[in-house]
Nanobody, 115 residues
Framework: QVQLVESGGGLVQPGGSLRLSCAPS????????MAWYRQAPGKQREWVAI???????SYLDSVKGRFTISRDNAKNTVHLQMNSLKPDDTAVYYC?????????WGQGTQVTVSS
């Protein structure tokens, strides 16, 4: 049973930065393509960034150049560095495998971008 625990969210002003972390338990994530997803109020959950087992990455157009996904297989963690944050980035952020598995959704971490 894989449990994914997200952390690092918070309240930040526009233009600020946050670094999210995902620490799974029960499995080694090095064998999975991992992704960050987000769900804003009143909207469907969407993928934000993906990293495959070789370190290849892909990003949602609206976050390209601002967000960076990375993985540390030795520490069994996945990170999302978010810079130049905008109010539209406000959402609950989740990590999961890609494509996502319903049983792996965790509680997420809230990111609020507001002045």
């Amino acid at each position: 049973q894989v449990q994914l625990v997200e952390s690092g969210g918070g309240l930040v002003q526009p233009g600020g930065s946050l670094r999210l972390s995902c620490a799974p338990s029960g499995s080694r994530i090095s064998i999975y393509t991992m992704a960050w997803y987000r769900q804003a109020p009143g909207k469907q959950r969407e993928w934000v960034a993906i990293i495959n087992t070789y370190g290849g990455t892909s990003y949602l157009d609206s976050v390209k150049g601002r967000f960076t996904i990375s993985r540390d297989n030795a520490k069994n963690t996945v990170h999302l560095q978010m810079n130049s944050l905008k109010p539209d980035d406000t959402a609950v952020y989740y990590c999961n495998v890609a494509p996502p598995r319903s049983e792996y959704w965790g509680q997420g971490t809230q990111v609020t971008v507001s002045s």
